[in-house]
């Protein structure tokens, strides 16, 4: 009798842990799916394309820098016709594309965020798309009275975020994949 109660005990014992087992691997494959997804359909695309238009714009200010060094929209002179005719190629060519695939991303993806409420910073690039459409808007019918968009654009802040939630998902897939860190 006692023998037939601690086979019967063994048993559930045996299958409890094996059920809990898979319930911890089965948890462990929906989180790593989830951060698979967030790279592969949020952060991944964020990081590239924010660093693509910075790396852009750099070069943009680089070939059309002032004799001093300066910018034609940081210059006590305003931009001359030429240069501002050269910033709305680059902005309707370069970075408008680029800023409105940033913005589609947040508004068709919102939910991979890592954050539990939309971050302030992914707001204000929406509004700068926003912005910009409308200036976009005004060239196409031949008014050229404005350059930017009326929210700037949150360049470092949104470089920043991309990174460092590319950076951490990077990890946290890595630990979910058993890897360890690397110095």
């Not at 070939?63 to 709305?88: I, K």
């Not at 946290?172 to 994949?177: D, H």
Request: aromatic share 10%; hydrophobic share 40%.
């Amino acid at each position: 009798m006692i023998a037939l109660a601690v086979t019967i005990a063994l048993a559930f014992v045996g299958y409890a842990a094996a059920y809990l087992n898979g319930l911890r691997l089965a948890q462990r494959s929906e989180r790593l799916s989830r951060v698979n997804r967030q790279l592969s359909d949020f952060y991944g695309p964020l990081f590239a394309i924010t660093e693509a238009n910075s790396r852009a714009f750099d070069a943009f200010a680089q070939r059309n820098v002032r004799p001093d060094g300066r910018s034609p929209f940081d210059h006590e002179d305003p931009p001359t016709e030429e240069e501002l005719a050269e910033w709305r190629l680059w902005v309707t060519t370069v970075f408008l594309p680029n800023i409105r695939t940033m913005r589609d991303l947040v508004v068709t993806h919102a939910d991979l965020l890592r954050e539990s409420e939309m971050p302030p910073i992914l707001l204000r690039l929406c509004a700068h798309v926003s912005g910009y459409e409308i200036t976009a808007a005004r060239w196409e019918q031949g008014r050229f009275d404005q350059h930017q968009s009326v929210v700037s654009f949150p360049s470092q802040e949104l470089a920043d975020y991309a990174r460092e939630g590319f950076t951490a998902l990077k990890e946290a897939q890595g630990r979910l994949l058993g890897r360890r860190p690397t110095v």
